[in-house]
């Protein structure tokens, strides 16, 4: 009889110290609900416990990065519910733009996800919000399943 796998709370919860470490404060890591796309609330990360380790610990640097930065205070998440096209723009940009800002406190695999064309359009989430509210063309982020498909939420 083999031993019962962790739960996978507890499997994810190996991460706590390196979101805590990226975000600059304290969070969680749990799963997401089946199918579900990773995602944050600002005090817990929600990833797919099915994902390989590598695509965990992506999509953990992505959302930590982006609360590190402010990218999703209420006054730019306000603007962003229920858009989805504008979502997608606005992460586009500044989620690499967040990964940069963080570089240091990044694992090395993931420094090299980091598009610095994307992340050098934008100095703040007010310049990302405004560059996704125009009418430049901008790449769409990574989609689920490929590296770090940790954007969209």
């Known amino acids: 009889m083999s031993p019962a796998s962790p739960d996978p709370a ?10 805590s470490g990226i975000a600059g404060r304290s969070l969680d890591v749990m799963p997401t609900a089946p199918g579900e796309h990773p995602w944050t609330d600002g ?7 099915g994902t390989s380790a590598l695509g965990q610990v992506a999509a953990l640097a992505v959302q930590a990065s982006l609360i590190a930065a402010g990218s999703l ?17 606005y992460l586009a940009v500044e989620g690499h733009r967040a990964l ?7 694992p ?13 359009r934008a100095d703040s989430p007010a310049a990302s919000l405004a560059l996704a509210l125009g009418r ?6 990574p989609a689920r399943g490929g ?7």
Request: hydrophobic share 45%; with cysteine; charged share 35%.
């Open 73 to 89: 205070e209420p006054g730019v998440a306000r603007r962003l519910v229920g858009r989805r096209t504008l979502a997608r723009r």
């Open 136 to 141: 430049e063309a901008i790449a769409d982020p």
């Open 10 to 19: 507890r499997r994810l919860d190996r991460f706590r110290l390196l979101a």
């Open 100 to 106: 940069a800002a963080n570089e240091d406190l990044l």
């Open 43 to 49: 005090t817990t990360i929600f990833l797919d416990d």
């Open 147 to 153: 590296p770090p498909c940790a954007w969209l939420g």
């Open 108 to 120: 090395r695999p993931v420094r090299s996800l980091i598009d610095r064309h994307a992340a050098a």
